[in-house]
């Protein structure tokens, strides 16, 4: 998920009234904003309840950005909006969905797969709220994250101008129920500019806690309106996209390029001449229909369908974003399809097939312990490994074809928000006699199912059946000793089983381990008395105070001496890289995940300053980015030289890190953009501007 940035520099938000006026802002909310850049913020722990002159609740913790920061942008809470504001009304629907100015159809396009299922809806959006008995200002909706749900708390001051909602509306001015839920998604990602660019896949996750893959239609079996038939019949929401043209640009027969579409309904339709199969198609943006054949205002194969039929279709003559097209079309323009498996205790009265089984298993990848790379290397084994006992075959196997199918999702933790999407993989392997894991002996061993390939992806998931049998999966990096904690959720029939494998012992020696940054940096327990010590006790750390901070960190360990190559821009790109809320400083949570992959990276910097000097030689970088996961070309290698050595061709320390958060953080942005995996992007002046002066 890309984040548009602010631009504004660190010392634009000393003074409050730079930035805003009373013009701007009501009364309340200018308070908030001005504590929250003064820094005079709650502590991190727990929930603020914070509350206002009014008597309700102010979020201190929401995280502002630049699109709610322009002129004429008033923060209003509905009742100021409308006289009567209702929470919903007349039922939560996919038609409560209008798009603002966020690039997140997304985004909107889960929200109207949610809401056509109630027992989904409920689970995320409470639906006991309102604007009337017992309102405090505040709503809660709850979102699904590595493995558990968490309640998001918001208050309903809303980003307004002319009066209006600028983001997420429904068409009824008095109802709000889709505009707080993306307020409070906004919240979970680290504000609205989170929410610009993004997979309709990963929101579906956080809003179902279910399972998705990504498919390509022109691969799908021509049998395609039974395949979407069973997968609707198992509650599975799907999205579908067109990503071959420029950013949600129209072609001749209006489907929009790069744009998230739901797909709602199959159905074969009778008519005059026979019978034909359709797809519903819905545009989040409640406008901007399909103009092709069986299209709601100009189709004329409409005409040939009984009004009985059409009302069966639930057929709506208007421009609402709602749509039917053929099959035949469907495949022709549209390319990439989402589909989310639903797994967990969401069965509801219209599912005609039992959802699976869900088993969650979590690890983590620990450099030179549990972190192996790829089958390639000589350390495979060393990955964590689950045994999986396939004992209970499919219910529509026949004769000799017993086999059980299931659906492997392997998630990574918290890496985007720290700009560090690892390169992952899943193998699952035959089991030995009666073991329940692979040892070195069995490098030679060939899997018997993998992902085709690794990928960023925040999840990647493999779909197969395999005979009755025991099995090992083998969750993976691309390259070893890359630091990462996971979620592997199996999905299978019930009574089929996975569980953690014990490896031997003697295979893995932790005592004998050691982390050379230890020699390097402070220990833990001591970070957090620093980091209040340099960031004078506000709980945010602006460039200067990671300076300071970081030149008495490093004079303490065995890199004493390479705080004089440490520079003020160095740690000016460190916050501005590692910051998510665009506001140039780092709350104590954020200034973590940079501590870590400090510490990471101290790791590769220490194992690889093979003569101890302090610095990289020229011919020791590429070695050294390749293990913290970057593999460059030498074209790079000659930027690299050029742009960050020191006159004599080396890297110091501090470079080092820059150079590699650099790196690591564009990489990140390009594949955002790049939501087809197409190894291409499109992008807006606007956006080009932030990506190479916010950095």
Same mark, same amino acid.
């Given at each position: 998920?890309?984040?548009?940035?602010?631009?504004?520099?660190?010392?634009?938000?000393?003074?409050?009234?730079?930035?805003?006026?009373?013009?701007?802002?009501?009364?309340?909310?200018?308070?908030?904003?001005?504590?929250?850049?003064?820094?005079?913020?709650?502590?991190?722990?727990?929930?603020?309840?914070?509350?206002?002159?009014?008597?309700?609740?102010?979020?201190?913790?929401?995280?502002?950005?630049?699109?709610?920061?322009?002129?004429?942008?008033?923060?209003?809470?509905?009742?100021?909006?409308?006289?009567?504001?209702?929470?919903?009304?007349?039922?939560?629907?996919?038609?409560?969905?209008?798009?603002?100015?966020?690039?997140?159809?997304?985004?909107?396009?889960?929200?109207?797969?949610?809401?056509?299922?109630?027992?989904?809806?409920?689970?995320?959006?409470?639906?006991?709220?309102?604007?009337?008995?017992?309102?405090?200002?505040?709503?809660?909706?709850?979102?699904?994250?590595? =493995?558990?749900? @968490?309640?998001?708390? *918001?208050?309903? #001051?809303?980003?307004?101008?002319?009066?209006? !909602?600028?983001? +997420?509306? /429904?068409?009824?001015?008095?109802?709000?129920?889709?505009?707080?839920?993306?307020?409070?998604?906004?919240?979970?990602?680290?504000?609205?500019?989170?929410?610009?660019?993004?997979?309709?896949?990963?929101?579906?996750?956080?809003?179902?806690? =279910?399972?998705? @893959?990504?498919?390509? *239609?022109?691969? #799908?079996?021509?049998?395609?309106?039974?395949? !979407?038939?069973? +997968?609707? /019949?198992?509650?599975?929401?799907?999205?579908?996209?067109?990503?071959?043209?420029?950013?949600?640009?129209?072609?001749?027969?209006?489907?929009?390029?790069?744009?998230?579409?739901?797909?709602?309904?199959?159905?074969?339709?009778?008519?005059?001449?026979?019978? @034909?199969?359709?797809?519903?198609?819905?545009?989040?943006?409640?406008?901007?229909?399909?103009?092709?054949?069986?299209?709601?205002?100009?189709?004329?194969?409409?005409?040939?369908?009984?009004?009985?039929?059409?009302?069966?279709?639930?057929?709506?003559?208007?421009?609402?974003?709602?749509?039917?097209?053929?099959?035949?079309?469907?495949?022709?323009?549209?390319?990439?399809?989402?589909?989310?498996?639903?797994?967990?205790?969401?069965?509801?009265?219209?599912?005609?097939?039992?959802?699976?089984?869900?088993?969650?298993?979590?690890?983590?990848?620990?450099?030179?312990?549990?972190?192996?790379?790829?089958?390639?290397?000589?350390?495979?084994?060393?990955?964590?490994?689950?045994?999986?006992?396939?004992?209970?075959?499919?219910?529509?196997?026949?004769?000799?074809?017993?086999?059980?199918?299931?659906?492997?999702?392997?998630?990574?933790?918290?890496?985007?928000?720290?700009?560090?999407?690892?390169?992952?993989?899943?193998?699952?392997?035959?089991?030995?006699?009666?073991?329940?894991?692979?040892?070195?002996?069995?490098?030679?061993?060939?899997?018997?199912?993998?992902?085709?390939?690794?990928?960023?992806?925040?999840?990647?998931?493999?779909?197969?059946?395999?005979?009755?049998?025991?099995?090992?999966?083998?969750?993976?990096?691309?390259?070893?000793?890359?630091?990462?904690?996971?979620?592997?959720?199996?999905?299978?029939?019930?009574?089929?089983?996975?569980?953690?494998?014990?490896?031997?012992?003697?295979?893995?020696?932790?005592?004998?381990?050691?982390?050379?940054?230890?020699?390097?940096?402070?220990?833990?327990?001591?970070?957090?008395?620093?980091?209040?010590?340099?960031?004078?006790?506000?709980?945010?750390?602006?460039?200067?105070?990671?300076?300071?901070?970081?030149?008495?960190?490093?004079?303490?360990?065995?890199?004493?001496?390479?705080?004089?190559?440490?520079?003020?821009?160095?740690?000016?790109?460190?916050?501005?890289?590692?910051?998510?809320?665009?506001?140039?400083?780092?709350?104590?949570?954020?200034?973590?995940?940079?501590?870590?992959?400090?510490?990471?990276?101290?790791?590769?910097?220490?194992?690889?300053?093979?003569?101890?000097?302090?610095?990289?030689?020229?011919?020791?970088?590429?070695?050294?980015?390749?293990?913290?996961?970057?593999?460059?070309?030498?074209?790079?290698?000659?930027?690299?030289?050029?742009?960050?050595?020191?006159?004599?061709?080396?890297?110091?320390?501090?470079?080092?890190?820059?150079?590699?958060?650099?790196?690591?953080?564009?990489?990140?942005?390009?594949?955002?953009?790049?939501?087809?995996?197409?190894?291409?992007?499109?992008?807006?002046?606007?956006?080009?501007?932030?990506?190479?002066?916010?950095?």
């Amino acid at each position: 998920m890309i984040k548009s940035p602010s631009v504004s520099s660190e010392n634009s938000f000393d003074d409050v009234d730079s930035v805003c006026s009373d013009e701007l802002l009501g009364s309340q909310s200018r308070r908030w904003l001005a504590d929250l850049l003064s820094g005079d913020m709650p502590p991190e722990s727990g929930e603020v309840s914070a509350v206002g002159r009014d008597g309700l609740f102010v979020d201190y913790h929401f995280p502002l950005g630049e699109l709610e920061m322009q002129p004429g942008v008033r923060w209003k809470r509905p009742k100021e909006i409308c006289p009567s504001p209702q929470f919903i009304i007349n039922g939560a629907t996919h038609l409560d969905i209008r798009q603002g100015k966020l690039n997140d159809c997304w985004f909107l396009s889960a929200i109207a797969s949610l809401a056509v299922h109630r027992s989904l809806l409920i689970k995320v959006v409470p639906l006991e709220q309102s604007f009337k008995e017992g309102y405090n200002g505040s709503f809660t909706f709850k979102f699904w994250q590595y =493995g558990q749900w @968490e309640e998001v708390r *918001i208050d309903d #001051l809303l980003p307004t101008q002319n009066n209006k !909602l600028i983001y +997420l509306s /429904s068409p009824d001015r008095y109802e709000f129920w889709s505009s707080l839920l993306e307020k409070a998604y906004a919240k979970l990602k680290g504000g609205y500019r989170a929410l610009d660019m993004g997979f309709p896949h990963e929101a579906m996750v956080d809003m179902t806690g =279910g399972v998705t @893959e990504v498919l390509n *239609i022109s691969l #799908l079996p021509q049998d395609l309106p039974t395949i !979407l038939q069973h +997968l609707l /019949s198992k509650g599975a929401l799907i999205n579908c996209a067109n990503c071959q043209g420029a950013l949600e640009t129209r072609n001749e027969l209006g489907i929009m390029f790069r744009h998230a579409y739901s797909l709602t309904a199959v159905e074969k339709v009778k008519s005059a001449h026979g019978t @034909e199969d359709l797809v519903r198609i819905l545009n989040p943006w409640g406008n901007t229909e399909w103009e092709g054949p069986w299209s709601d205002v100009n189709g004329p194969e409409w005409n040939r369908v009984s009004p009985e039929e059409q009302k069966r279709l639930q057929r709506i003559r208007r421009e609402d974003g709602e749509f039917w097209m053929s099959i035949s079309d469907f495949r022709q323009q549209f390319e990439v399809m989402e589909v989310c498996h639903l797994c967990e205790n969401f069965k509801d009265s219209s599912f005609s097939v039992q959802p699976w089984s869900c088993i969650m298993l979590h690890g983590n990848w620990v450099p030179r312990i549990t972190a192996g790379g790829s089958p390639r290397g000589g350390w495979f084994w060393q990955n964590p490994q689950f045994f999986f006992d396939l004992s209970e075959v499919d219910s529509n196997s026949a004769g000799s074809q017993t086999t059980c199918s299931f659906v492997l999702a392997l998630m990574q933790k918290h890496q985007r928000r720290r700009h560090a999407d690892l390169a992952i993989s899943l193998h699952i392997f035959l089991a030995q006699s009666s073991k329940t894991y692979l040892s070195s002996e069995d490098l030679k061993i060939r899997p018997v199912l993998s992902c085709p390939h690794y990928s960023t992806r925040r999840e990647v998931v493999l779909r197969g059946s395999l005979p009755p049998g025991r099995y090992i999966i083998i969750p993976s990096t691309a390259e070893p000793n890359q630091q990462g904690s996971f979620l592997l959720r199996v999905l299978t029939e019930q009574g089929n089983t996975a569980i953690a494998a014990q490896q031997p012992t003697q295979d893995i020696s932790v005592a004998e381990h050691s982390y050379p940054h230890q020699a390097a940096l402070p220990p833990p327990t001591s970070m957090r008395q620093l980091f209040l010590k340099h960031s004078n006790k506000k709980e945010v750390c602006k460039p200067v105070h990671l300076y300071s901070l970081l030149t008495e960190a490093i004079q303490g360990g065995v890199l004493a001496g390479s705080e004089k190559n440490l520079a003020l821009e160095h740690c000016k790109s460190l916050v501005v890289l590692m910051d998510s809320q665009g506001i140039a400083r780092l709350s104590w949570n954020e200034f973590q995940g940079l501590w870590d992959k400090i510490k990471r990276w101290t790791d590769i910097f220490l194992a690889f300053d093979k003569n101890k000097t302090k610095h990289l030689e020229y011919q020791e970088v590429a070695p050294a980015l390749k293990a913290a996961g970057i593999i460059v070309d030498e074209l790079v290698m000659q930027l690299v030289g050029l742009r960050y050595t020191e006159p004599d061709m080396t890297i110091s320390y501090p470079g080092f890190l820059y150079l590699v958060m650099k790196m690591e953080t564009m990489m990140h942005k390009f594949q955002a953009f790049d939501m087809a995996g197409m190894g291409m992007i499109t992008i807006s002046y606007r956006q080009w501007l932030h990506m190479t002066m916010y950095n």
